[in-house]
Every structure is written in structure tokens, then in C-alpha cells.
């Protein structure tokens, strides 16, 4: 049982923490919210001892094993595989100690290790790691390949595998889906369901929170908030409490009659698909949630484009890809206004690739890109972050893009993004992630597309971000053609599905659940299939390492013997070099000496000289051995 009892915490001069109480359960399952800022991360660095509590105390961490997931990871030369499977500290002393004795010749000590290795599972070791980087969508040759030889965003999937690795009682993850797509997080969201300890994670993707976790923690003013259930049973409860509450009436009103006006214009027209029919459902079960949103510092939505064309783009007989080789063929999509796809799709399949040409920044190798007469594209991918001057200020980003634009407009719509004051104003170089999102994202808002492609705009973005944007997507005019691992926001915001699947582009007849459905049922067939194949395949490595160990170990010893006698003449040589050094034994009187040691510096030359063909003798006859 963990106990943080009158936890208080200051980051600088901003007060995180204040009288925070909560206790936590042997099992439990937690996922940890709250605004960009509030407090979490700092949290975790009180739990892994990186951050002393100004007051109170945290109880019950001592004995526990706890595995994390850490933000960054430094460029090594070290395989992947092998940067994962350490994450096991224990299995790497052991792999270490006994490459350090057979590299000694300690053979009978090694045993040991080899007793404990099969103990402890270590010979799986590599297999368990290449399937941990399967799941988390790196592909086939990974695990050889260096660790330096990653992006940024691969890396922190590489420390999520090492965690994920690590035998531990308790497991922190922050932000585990930040850089994954929607099958590496279905494959993790099936992981976790099925990890013994006490889970405690940060996230603000409520599908993931609903799917994996049994309790929220909600940092608010200053305080842990717990309740029990999932994300949507928090909502629920969170509503309830504020609407009694009566805070902020008049803004929840106002809410309430947008969401209502966009049903009622949404029951109108799309009466017809089962996906629209859920996401109807979806949007009448807002409006009776919408009080737990009351508070939310987020309040922006898209601008009715000037003016449009139909089609606004369209992809005939497309090929597309990179360097002459296609990665999709045959690719025909036309965007007209009101348009609104998701797009799914493995890792590597293709996704990217679709919308870089889209936007025109990946030439086609076949086909015709039409792009409309006042086509207007608003894209948002990640290098939009880095793209961003960290030395301008949030309301210079937007003064580059439209000169002409009166200042307090500007700082009226920065506003709506919850860039108030100095944090409009100043430079954006100490901005967290989460804002730099916020930004990219508020510079496209700003130049009014009439065509939306966004690849993953929720990295980063908190739960009431995530909202404000799920309800700006729902009244945007324009077309949406949308990439995300958060199902909630696909869910909600988005008509129809496109699958992208063995070079192909198509219409993804089921809808997410179904997509679900056959993802987890695909790894869950290979768990099937994969167990009496991987324990015959571990026995039959146990089997043959013992064997080829029994076969060598002779040979070994008789290298070991032989060093050991090697080393003895050449210490001898030595001693008789140095007696023969000493002028003294030149003297008349010492005849007899001098003949003796230089009998014996011969019998030692002759005796080095057969003890190094023996040895080389025995080293060929060991790697003949252990090749055959």
C-alpha cells in the first residue's frame, strides 16, 4: 500500500501541491489527470525519489520494485534489442558476470550463472525484447539495429519497451501513447490489462484510461481528487458535482446550446451510416456531460472558410511513395466540403505518406494531385513543433501569417488557446510540449483552411484541450481528413473510414470498434499460436546451449590449464632474466650458476614455445567444436 499523506509540493514559486492525501491499493489501476502544468509529472519524480515534498510524507515505496518510463534517452551504439532487455537490471549483472568468467576461463563458476540464467528466464531474454518492439510497431531487423540510429519520438517508444521489460511491483507511465499509432496503442492497451502490479499513469487518451484503468486521480486546485472508475465514469461524476455546484452556469449554458444546435444539425442529415449513427449517440451523451468542462480554460473554434471549391482536392490513380519506390498504388480520393475521414492503417503502412501528398509536400510518382481553385489546407503534423520560432512570441506567430491583423484580435483568438498575459507575449522558448501543440494548432485554426489534415494532434494536448478541439472539429465546415490513436476524438469527429493496407486506400466498411475488434483478435491469435512453439523453441535452446556447454567444457579446461602454465613460464622467464641481469653472476666463483640458469632460460624458451602451439592447437580444435 503506497500512502501520500499532506503532500505539499512548489516548483519555483508555483504551488503544485497542497495537503494532497490519497492512498493507494496492492493491483490497483490508475490513471493520473489534469491540466498541462498542474502537477503529474512532478508527482512521479516524488515517487521514484528524484523530488523531496516540501511537506508531508509518502509511505510504502521502499521494498517496491518500480520500473518507469523514461522521457529521454541518450544516442548509444547499443543494439535495440539489447537497450530493451536490460531495462531487467538482474538479468544484465547476470549476462555480465558470466561473459566476465568465461572471458577468464572461470568455467565451474559459470555453470552457476547458467543455473540462474534458466532460473529466472534469462535465455528468452532477446525474444521477449523483439516481441515488446513488434508490439510497439518497430519493424523486422530493429533489434540489431543501434540506438542512435532512431528519431526522437522511436526513442521514447524504445524506454517504453525497456519499462515494459523491467519485473516490477509498480509500473509509472507517462504518456505511453504520445508517440504511438493506434495499433502499437491497442497492442499496449492489451499489455496492460494483463500486468499483475499496481499500474499508475499519466495520459489524457480517455479510450486508453477507460480500457485499462479501474481509478482517477485528479490533481485540482492544488489537490488529489480520487474517483472510482474509469474516465467516463469520472466525467459522469465530475459533471454531477459541478452541475450542483452551479459553477460557471452561464458558460455551460452557452455549451450546452452549441451542442445542441450541431445535433440537431447533425440528426438531419446523417441518418444513414452506422459510424455516423455512433457518433450521434456519442454527441447526445456530451450534452448531458458537458458541466465537466464548465472550467476548462479552452474555448475556440474553426472560422467558416471565405470560400471553397468542390472537389477541393482530389488523388486520381495515385502512386506515391519515396525515392521511385511506392508505398501506395491506385489511390483514388476525392475531398469535397463536409468531407470527414479517419484514416487507419499498421505502422509503416502508409499513413504519412498519404497525407505528405495530399498537402503537397511529397511529389506523386504516378497519377494526378487537383488541387481546387480556392483550396485552402490547413496541415498539422509534429514537425509543425519544431518548426516553431522558440526566440518569437505566440502573438508574433500569428502577426507573420497575416501582417495586416489588428493586435488585440490576435490576442483575443490566442485567448480561446489559454495564451493569456505574458504567456501571449513573451518568447515561447520555455513553453512544454503540450503548449508548443497548442500553438501549431492555433496557427492553423487562424488561417481559416477549408481543408483540415491533421497527423496526430493530440500528442502532448490535455483532456480538456482534447475536448475543446473534439468540439471545434464537430462544428468545422470545411473538409477533415485526420490521423490520431485517440479513439475518442476519431469517434466523434469523423464520418467515414478509410483503411490504409497493403498499398491499397479504402473504405473501411466497419466501423472503430470493429477496427478494434480485429486488431486485438490478430495479436491475440498470435499469442495462440506463438506459445507451444516459443516454450518448445526455449526448451530446445536450453537443451542445446547445456549440450554444446558439456562439450566444450573439457577443451576449456584445457585451454584454462594451459594459460595457467603459460603464465607460470613466462613469470619464471622473467625471474631468470632478471638473475641474469646481475653482474655478479659473471664471476669466476659462479661458473657453475650461470651454466644452471642458462640450461634452465632454455628448457623455459622450449617449454613456452610447445605450450603456445598446444594452445593454438586447442583454440582451432574449440571453434571447430562450437561451429559444428
Not at 537490471?89 to 566476465?100: I, K, M, T, V, Y
Not at 476548462?296 to 521511385?324: E, I, K, M, N
Amino acid at each position: 500500500m503506497i500512502i501520500l499523506r499532506n503532500i505539499g509540493l512548489r516548483r519555483g514559486s508555483k504551488l503544485l501541491l497542497q495537503d494532497a492525501n490519497v492512498t493507494i491499493q496492492p493491483g490497483q489501476r490508475l490513471a493520473m489527470i489534469g491540466a498541462n502544468g498542474c502537477g503529474k509529472s512532478s508527482l512521479f519524480s516524488l515517487l521514484l525519489g528524484e523530488l523531496v515534498a516540501d511537506t508531508g510524507d509518502i509511505e510504502g515505496m521502499t521494498k517496491l520494485r518500480i520500473a518507469h518510463m523514461a522521457q529521454e534517452v541518450h544516442a548509444s551504439g547499443m543494439p535495440a534489442g539489447e537497450y530493451v532487455w536490460r531495462g531487467d537490471g538482474a538479468l544484465a549483472l547476470l549476462r555480465d558476470e558470466l561473459q566476465r568468467l568465461e572471458q577468464a576461463g572461470q568455467f565451474d563458476a559459470a555453470a552457476a550463472i547458467h543455473s540462474k540464467l534458466e532460473e529466472v528466464d534469462g535465455y528468452s531474454a532477446e525474444r521477449r525484447s523483439e516481441r515488446l518492439l513488434q508490439g510497439l510497431g518497430f519493424g523486422e531487423g530493429a533489434p540489431a539495429r543501434p540506438v542512435s540510429d532512431f528519431s526522437g519520438g522511436w526513442r521514447i517508444r524504445l524506454n517504453l519497451a525497456r519499462a515494459l521489460m523491467t519485473p516490477s511491483d509498480v509500473l509509472l507511465l507517462d504518456e505511453p501513447t504520445n508517440h504511438l499509432d493506434l495499433d502499437a496503442t491497442l497492442w499496449l492497451q492489451q499489455w496492460l490489462q494483463q500486468y499483475p502490479g499496481t499500474l499508475l499513469m499519466i495520459s489524457h487518451d480517455r479510450d486508453f484510461i477507460d480500457a485499462t484503468c479501474e481509478r482517477i486521480l485528479h490533481i485540482e486546485q492544488q489537490q488529489l481528487q480520487a474517483y472510482k472508475g474509469n474516465y467516463s465514469e469520472f466525467e459522469q461524476q465530475r459533471a454531477e458535482r459541478l452541475a450542483n455546484q452551479q459553477a460557471s452556469y452561464e458558460k455551460q449554458q452557452r455549451r450546452i446550446a452549441q451542442i445542441d444546435d450541431f445535433v440537431r444539425r447533425f440528426r438531419y442529415k446523417a441518418t444513414k451510416a452506422r459510424q455516423a449513427q455512433s457518433r450521434l449517440k456519442e454527441l447526445e451523451r456530451m450534452q448531458a456531460l458537458a458541466p465537466a468542462h464548465i472550467d476548462s480554460p479552452f474555448d475556440f473554434s474553426f472560422p467558416a472558410p471565405d470560400r471553397s471549391s468542390d472537389p477541393l482536392l482530389r488523388l486520381d490513380d495515385a502512386s506515391l511513395g519515396y525515392g521511385g519506390r511506392p508505398v501506395l498504388a491506385g489511390v483514388e480520393l476525392h475531398l469535397r466540403p463536409g468531407s470527414r475521414y479517419g484514416l487507419l492503417g499498421k505502422n509503416g503502412a502508409g499513413k504519412s505518406t498519404l497525407l505528405k501528398s495530399l498537402v503537397g509536400e511529397l511529389p506523386l510518382q504516378a497519377g494526378d494531385r487537383v488541387c481546387g481553385e480556392h483550396c485552402s489546407i490547413g496541415y498539422f503534423d509534429q514537425q509543425q513543433l519544431e518548426a516553431l520560432d522558440l526566440q518569437a512570441s505566440a502573438t508574433l506567430h500569428l502577426q507573420r501569417l497575416t501582417p495586416d491583423a489588428r493586435e488585440q484580435d490576435i490576442l483575443n483568438f490566442l485567448g480561446g488557446f489559454n495564451f493569456r498575459g505574458d504567456a501571449a507575449t513573451c518568447q515561447i522558448a520555455p513553453f512544454s510540449g503540450g503548449e508548443k501543440a497548442r500553438l501549431a494548432l492555433a496557427m492553423v485554426v487562424w488561417q481559416r483552411p477549408n481543408l483540415l489534415v491533421l497527423d496526430e494532434p493530440t500528442n502532448h494536448l490535455d483532456l480538456d484541450m482534447r475536448h475543446a478541439l473534439e468540439v471545434a472539429l464537430q462544428a468545422y465546415e470545411g473538409a477533415l481528413i485526420l490521423v490520431s490513436h485517440d479513439r475518442h476524438l476519431l469517434r466523434n469527429t469523423v464520418d467515414e473510414l478509410l483503411l490504409v493496407h497493403d498499398g491499397r486506400v479504402e473504405t473501411y466498411a466497419d466501423d472503430l470498434e470493429g477496427y478494434e475488434r480485429w486488431i486485438l483478435s490478430s495479436y491475440r491469435q498470435v499469442e495462440r499460436n506463438e506459445p507451444a512453439a516459443a516454450d518448445g523453441s526455449r526448451k530446445e535452446k536450453r537443451q542445446s546451449a547445456a549440450a554444446q556447454r558439456e562439450k566444450l567444457r573439457p577443451l576449456q579446461k584445457d585451454i584454462a590449464r594451459t594459460e595457467a602454465r603459460m603464465s607460470a613460464v613466462e613469470a619464471e622467464q622473467a625471474e631468470v632474466q632478471t638473475r641474469l641481469g646481475d653482474t655478479a653472476i659473471y664471476a669466476q666463483e659462479r661458473k657453475r650458476d650461470l651454466a644452471a640458469l642458462l640450461e634452465r632460460e632454455a628448457e623455459l624458451k622450449a617449454m613456452a614455445t610447445q605450450l603456445e602451439e598446444s594452445w593454438l592447437e586447442q583454440q582451432e580444435a574449440l571453434e571447430e567444436l562450437a561451429n559444428s
